[in-house]
C-alpha cells in the first residue's frame, strides 16, 4: 500500500497570503487528521476529519481550515498568514475514527515558511 | 484533562548502551498508548502501541515498551543503542473523547547516539 503523501513538500509564502496544502490518506483510511509542529511547541492538533465531517478540532484561529473530499483527501488552508505559521504540517490517517486503537499513518510533512 | 509528559526533552547515550525514554500520562481511564519516532525532514513512524493485550509491548527496530498502570508510566527502552537510533521521539495517548477520539501528543525526545 502507498503510504501517506503530502504536497507540496516545500512552500514558502509571504505575510498576508493563503496557502493550501493537500494530503492523500492511506486506500481505505477515512479519517485524516493535520498537526502542526513547531521547535518551541511541539506537535499541535489542528483537526480531523472523518468522511467528509470535521470531527475533532484544536485551538487554533479561525484562519486555519480545512476540509475532506469523498475519496478521503484532505486539504488545509491557512489564510492572512503570519510569520509564526512557519511550521512543518503534518498529516495523519487512520482505519477509524470513532473506535479502537487505531494508529495514525503519518506522511512526511509540508515545511511552510512565511516571510 | 489528559496529558502527556516526556522527561528529557534531550537524552544521550553511548553506543550500544540501554536507551531509555520517559513518558508519564494523565488519564482517568487507562488510554492507548504509543511512541513514535521522527528523523530529521521526515513524518512519524509507528514504534509500538499498547491496546491492555499486554503490558509488555514489542516495537520495531528492537524497542519495546511497558505499561504500568500504578506508575501511570510507558517508557520506552531498547537495550544497546545504535547511532541509527539517533531521531526525536514522540510518546502519544489516544483515548475517547466525547464520541471520537482525541490524541495528545508528548513534547518529544532528542535521542543522541555517541559513538
Known amino acids: 500500500k502507498a503510504g501517506v503523501t503530502q504536497t507540496p513538500r516545500y512552500l514558502i509564502k509571504t505575510r498576508g497570503q493563503q496557502v493550501t496544502l493537500s494530503c492523500s490518506p492511506i486506500s481505505g483510511h477515512r479519517s485524516v487528521s493535520w498537526y502542526q509542529q513547531t521547535p518551541g511547541q511541539g506537535l499541535q492538533f489542528l483537526f480531523e476529519?472523518?468522511?467528509?465531517?470535521?470531527?475533532n478540532k484544536g485551538n487554533f484561529p479561525g484562519r486555519f481550515s480545512g476540509r475532506q473530499f469523498s475519496n478521503s483527501r484532505s486539504e488545509m488552508n491557512v489564510s492572512t498568514l503570519e510569520l509564526g505559521d512557519s511550521a512543518l504540517y503534518l498529516c495523519a490517517s487512520s482505519y477509524q475514527a470513532t473506535s479502537g486503537p487505531y494508529e495514525q499513518y503519518f506522511g512526511p510533512g509540508t515545511r511552510l515558511t512565511v516571510t | 484533562a489528559q496529558s502527556v509528559t516526556q522527561l528529557g526533552s534531550h537524552v544521550s547515550v553511548s553506543e550500544g548502551a540501554l536507551v531509555l525514554l520517559r513518558c508519564n500520562y494523565s488519564?482517568?481511564?487507562?488510554?492507548?498508548l504509543f511512541w513514535y519516532v521522527q528523523y530529521p525532514n521526515q513524518g512519524l513512524q509507528l514504534l509500538l502501541k499498547?491496546?491492555?493485550?499486554?503490558?509488555l509491548v514489542k516495537g520495531i527496530n528492537g524497542f519495546e515498551a511497558e505499561f504500568k498502570k500504578s506508575e501511570t508510566s510507558f517508557h520506552l527502552t531498547k537495550p544497546s543503542a545504535h547511532m541509527s537510533d539517533a531521531a526525536e521521539y514522540f510518546c502519544?495517548?489516544?483515548?475517547?473523547?466525547?464520541?471520537?477520539?482525541?490524541?495528545?501528543f508528548g513534547i518529544g525526545t532528542k535521542l543522541q547516539v555517541i559513538p
Open positions: 476529519y472523518f468522511s467528509e465531517t470535521q470531527r
Open positions: 488519564s482517568s481511564v487507562p488510554p492507548y
Open positions: 499498547y491496546t491492555s493485550a499486554a503490558t
Open positions: 502519544a495517548v489516544r483515548r475517547r473523547s466525547g464520541g471520537y477520539q482525541k490524541v495528545t
